[in-house]
Every structure is written in structure tokens, then in C-alpha cells.
């Protein structure tokens, strides 16, 4: 493993220590910042050789890479029963975050069946088109279940002896926490390394269709 390297500590100052030597990172700016528990996932901080380098700064040019690595972030979140998130942060999404989360119902009952757009309609005679391209609208089986932030500085200004005055099961649960995160980030940066290995880049043009208004005279 890269980034969860060591033995789990079993006393409560080797669990002290490990946790408040973790790297963090800042979430927020403004008068308060906060930290959370994080990892640094610049290209020089992965561990590549030299042609992984250079086949990842390619790679990074696309749109879409990190379309690739979100299943091992989701995967996390759903370990952790939406209780818990990670989040990429910085600059080109050079650090991964650890976030605490909620799963929630945003409330939306129906969709379209052609451009996919989300109501919080039921769909009933009187409304059974989608507002926005005009299709037909379908009631949702079931509620969806989105994500969200609700803490951002997991642990922030929390230091060694602070940690010394939790309990051995508060510090337990908070080891087995960061080290599912470390866990989670090294499957992530071996996803990521697959991904150098499976996937080259290429460029293609893409017609986008646009509306445009003009004058035509009248016959």
C-alpha cells in the first residue's frame, strides 16, 4: 500500500500520534479556516516512474479522467454509509479530502423520459410534459438519494493531548475511520495507474449544435 502504510497502533498514544501526524488539508477560506484529514495526489507525490509521468501528464489534458476514479470515492461513501465522504480538492484536484456527509431526499417526484430533467411534480393529466424540451414526464419508483457536506473540518485544532483525553473507543473509531480513508485513497491511486495503462489519449472534434437568431425577409 502507498498511502496506508504502517501497522494500525493499538495503544491510545500510538493512536494519538498517528492521527494528529495525519496530513490535512484546508477546506475553507475566510476568517476561520478549517482542516480535515487528507492526502496529497499530485502527479510527483503518486510514487510513478518516469513513463507513468509522462503518460499521466497526458492523460490529465482530458476532460473526463476523474470520471474513471469517482467509483472508488463513491465506493468509500457507501462503506461509510453515507456518513462520510472524499472529496478532490485544490488545484487540478491535487488533494483528496475527508469530508463528513449526509445521504438525503432532494424531494424530486418525477422525470423526463427524453432529456432526463428532474420535477418535483407528480405527473398527472393536467402535467405530464417536461417544462424544459416538452417530452413525457414518469413518475420516480422511489425517492432518490443524493449526497451532500455537512462537516468540513473533521477534527480541526484537535491536538495530541486533546486526543490523549478521548476515550479508548472514541479513538478506535476515529483510527478506523482515517484508515478506511487511507485504504480508500490507495485504491483510488491504483485505479488511476490502471487507468495509464488501459486508456490513451486522443483528441476529437465535437459539433456542438447552437441556437442562433437571424433576419429573413419577409416574402
Known amino acids: 500500500m502507498f498511502f496506508n502504510t504502517s501497522a494500525a497502533p493499538k495503544t491510545k498514544d500510538g493512536i494519538a500520534k498517528f492521527l494528529s501526524g495525519h496530513p490535512r488539508y484546508q477546506t475553507n477560506s475566510g476568517v476561520h479556516p478549517l482542516t480535515s484529514y487528507s492526502h496529497c495526489v499530485k502527479l510527483h507525490r503518486l510514487g510513478l516512474n ?79 410534459h417536461c417544462g424544459e424540451c416538452g417530452g413525457l414526464r414518469s413518475n420516480l419508483k422511489k425517492p432518490l438519494s443524493w449526497s451532500r457536506v455537512i462537516g468540513s473540518g473533521i477534527d480541526h485544532g484537535v491536538t495530541y493531548r486533546d486526543m490523549l483525553d478521548w476515550s479508548m473507543v472514541d479513538l478506535q473509531d476515529r483510527l478506523d475511520l482515517v484508515r478506511a480513508f487511507d485504504s480508500a485513497c490507495d485504491i483510488t491511486r491504483s485505479a488511476f495507474i490502471r487507468l495509464l495503462n488501459e486508456f490513451m489519449l486522443i483528441e476529437q472534434v465535437v459539433m456542438v449544435p447552437q441556437t442562433v437568431k437571424r433576419l429573413e425577409r419577409i416574402c
Request: glycine share 8%; aromatic share 8%.
Open 50 to 128: 518516469r513513463s507513468e509521468s509522462e503518460k499521466a501528464a497526458s492523460i490529465m489534458q482530458s476532460d473526463d479522467y476523474w470520471r474513471e476514479l469517482r467509483g472508488c470515492l463513491r465506493g468509500f461513501q457507501d462503506d461509510m454509509q453515507g456518513r462520510y465522504q472524499i472529496s478532490p480538492m485544490g488545484r487540478n484536484s491535487g488533494h483528496l479530502v475527508l469530508f463528513e456527509a449526509e445521504v438525503y431526499d432532494p424531494g424530486y417526484k418525477s422525470t423526463c423520459r427524453q432529456c432526463g430533467h428532474l420535477s418535483h411534480q407528480l405527473v398527472s393529466p393536467q402535467s405530464s
